[in-house]
């Protein structure tokens, strides 16, 4: 089993910061992917970042949300700038293990206008 506990979401006004991270324990023998994925009110869940090899973004984040990891801490985080009201949302990191999804539960970021 593998556990995620993800931490920095809140509220913030457009053009603000956050910083969420994700840490992962438990049975790990190698991390294949990382992701943040975001679900706003009433509307599904979208892949927001990626990273494994590479990054990959989401356009609507592109140039203001970046991914990384911190292999030796099982970590990973999303720094989010210039935010928008748009990016409210539960944000959920979620990571591959073996072939397998785990899921953080959620912490939800709100940007007032």
């Known amino acids: 089993q593998v556990q995620l506990v993800e931490s920095g979401g809140g509220l913030v006004q457009a053009g603000g910061s956050l910083r969420l991270s994700c840490a992962a324990s438990?049975?790990?023998?190698?991390?294949?992917?990382m992701r943040w994925y975001r679900q706003p009110p009433g509307k599904q869940r979208e892949l927001v970042a990626a990273?494994?090899?590479?990054?990959k973004y989401a356009d609507s984040v592109k140039g203001r949300f970046t991914i990384s990891r911190d292999n030796a801490k099982n970590t990973e985080y999303l720094q989010m700038n210039s935010l928008k009201p748009e990016d409210t949302a539960v944000y959920y990191c979620n990571v591959e293990v073996g072939g397998l999804d785990y899921w953080g539960q959620g912490t939800q970021v709100t940007v007032s206008s």
């Open positions: 438990g049975n790990i023998f190698s991390i294949n992917a």
């Open positions: 990273v494994s090899s590479g990054t």
